[in-house]
């Protein structure tokens, strides 16, 4: 159950994807608004296409099992230079230029988050993990002097080895982590105004999603497939004490009358 | 002067280069050694061939001005990507596996190593950058917080671009800033067992070398000429209060009768 958290600080987690990341004009916006945010933030980023092209032009095919893509040792050396490097180096540069006192991490600094190499039964899917314990005092350490954390979608096993790990999980699991500490706003950003009555209608945007509206509209089978594993981890992470989750454009973030969805319990 | 430094504590801070980061068996031990080494600690790495290598498999052509490396944009991104990607979360990752509780940084990172971009009367050097300013509050929290630091050779330089720097300089102006509250021991780690009477003889390492006996060796020309910037570089980061500087191979963290040079005031 969620506590009143009258008392707690306030802490915003948002995650960004690849539409923001490939387009230099809505990065430049993003960072410029995310840096203008009040109160304690954090960054989670994907990737963007830049992984991909980089491991095309040095000639590595993407392996692919059962529509899965599989992170192999040449590719988590493609992404550990692009995300860890690249990506987030550019955005904590630019965010300090913004005025604000980021700090770029992967999971293995500080053992911030900590991951179990996946284990499918049929499926190998190489280096990839899933988020077992975030250091969630280290973390809080890290907010209370000042300094904005940038994640990166890379972890780590605790024995040595790096982890490709999906960056809407991070987001999610950093949100149910500091819950303990904070009161948390966890966004997603992405190329919608929000989740769409109709999928093809931007101007169709549910203002709110609570428990009994979100049974209503998946028996009705008026939310889209794609959409149904976000709200049931959305509903996950409220279960275990994330205050509120919004998902929908960034625009939100700068424009107070911009539409986007609410979830809430 | 130095001051008697009696009541403060110590930090060592080490510098690594391509001898060890391109040999998965030197890396490994060292990192052991490292890891095993008492009070706080800061690693500096250099980029070994990686970044000349990736660059190659991209069909980047190494520019080269009056025989100086030139960091165009394409490069800096490569170096970006393996420097603060690649080797330094390996070898955050790497540590964590060790024991210690390491994180990675560029100068980007905590604003801690401010830099300007190089502006030479003659050479455009590109994205390269000169030390400016170390965020010694930052970095002396960390370290007091149990942080084990780990940069790489990228700095920033606060306006949202990236530098590529030199990493003896790094460790040298993160020893003299740090000198201010610790005291600091600074261990340039290469391929020798130390500053050699004799280039060609690896058993004529000069155990001691103190401004006196310098100016006698630099006037009978027994110290061959790479060394020269090297030894004044040391002497100018002690007389700005670091207390001590080693130079040699790794292997004198490990093996205490292993020989090396110490340079001191």
Do not use: W
Not at 71 to 93: F, R, S, W
Not at 113 to 128: C, E, M, P
Not at 203 to 226: C, F, M, T
Not at 231 to 249: A, E, T
């Amino acid at each position: 159950m969620v506590e009143n958290n009258i008392d707690k600080e306030f802490v915003t987690i948002i995650k960004i994807g690849g539409n923001i990341i490939d387009n230099p004009a809505e990065l430049a916006s993003f960072l410029a608004d995310f840096a203008a945010l009040e109160g304690k933030t954090i960054l989670v980023h994907g990737g963007g296409k830049s992984a991909t092209k980089l491991a095309q032009s040095m000639g590595l095919a993407p392996q692919m099992i059962e529509g899965r893509r599989i992170t192999d040792a040449p590719m988590l050396e493609v992404v550990v230079g692009v995300y860890a490097g690249q990506i987030n180096k550019e955005i904590v540069a630019r965010l300090q230029a913004n005025g604000l006192n980021a700090m770029g991490f992967s999971g293995a600094d500080g053992n911030l988050i900590l991951s179990d190499k996946r284990n499918h039964a049929t499926i190998d899917y190489g280096f990839v993990g899933d988020v077992k314990k975030v250091n969630t005092n280290l973390l809080a350490s890290l907010l209370d002097n000042g300094i904005t954390p940038v994640f990166c979608a890379i972890t780590h096993d605790g024995k040595g080895q790096l982890l490709n790990t999906n960056a809407d999980t991070i987001a999610s699991e950093l949100a149910i982590a500091l819950s303990a500490i904070y009161d948390v706003t966890l966004i997603y950003c992405f190329e919608k105004p929000g989740v769409l009555f109709d999928a093809e209608d931007d101007n169709s945007v549910i203002e709110a999603i609570h428990p009994d509206l979100y049974s209503k509209l998946k028996a009705e089978q008026a939310i889209h497939s794609g959409m149904i594993p976000k709200l049931d981890n959305c509903f996950n992470s409220l279960s275990k004490g994330v205050q509120q989750i919004r998902i929908g454009h960034h625009r939100m973030l700068q424009n107070k009358r911009a539409t986007y969805t609410t979830i809430t319990l």
